[in-house]
Nanobody, 125 residues
Framework: EVQLVESGGGLVQAGGSLILSCVAS????????IGWFRQIPGKEREGVSC????????YYTDSVKGRFTISSDSAKKAVYLQLNSLKPEDTAVYYC??????????????????WGQGTQVTVSS
């Protein structure tokens, strides 16, 4: 059974930083797209960032470009999201997600086979 376990969320002041981690267990795929979505209550889940193990492509939604950095460790089947210069509008539940059929990571990525349980990020003003 595939499980995605996130960690690293929390409460931080505006301008602060956090690192989100996601480790996949029971995961035997070598080619995949892995990344992060976020959801604010009452709003649709939004793709934040992703990275492809196939071609190394990365994607960031416009609102986080220059502030968030995604990285991965294929040996550990892990993905990390460095969140810098956090803003109150970044407050959301962040979900790790994996697409086992995807090749290229871009703004159109919305095919998810596995979800993590989510980790809360709260940014105070």
């Amino acid at each position: 059974e595939v499980q995605l376990v996130e960690s690293g969320g929390g409460l931080v002041q505006a301008g602060g930083s956090l690192i989100l981690s996601c480790v996949a267990s029971g995961f035997t795929f070598d080619d995949y797209i892995i990344g992060w979505f976020r959801q604010i209550p009452g709003k649709e889940r939004e793709g934040v960032s992703c990275i492809s193990s196939v071609d190394g492509s990365t994607y960031y939604t416009d609102s986080v470009k220059g502030r968030f950095t995604i990285s991965s460790d294929s040996a550990k089947k892990a993905v990390y999201l460095q969140l810098n210069s956090l803003k109150p509008e970044d407050t959301a539940v962040y979900y790790c997600a994996v697409d086992t059929l995807g090749i290229h990571c871009d703004a159109d990525w919305n095919q998810v086979d596995y979800w993590g349980q989510g980790t809360q990020v709260t940014v105070s003003s």
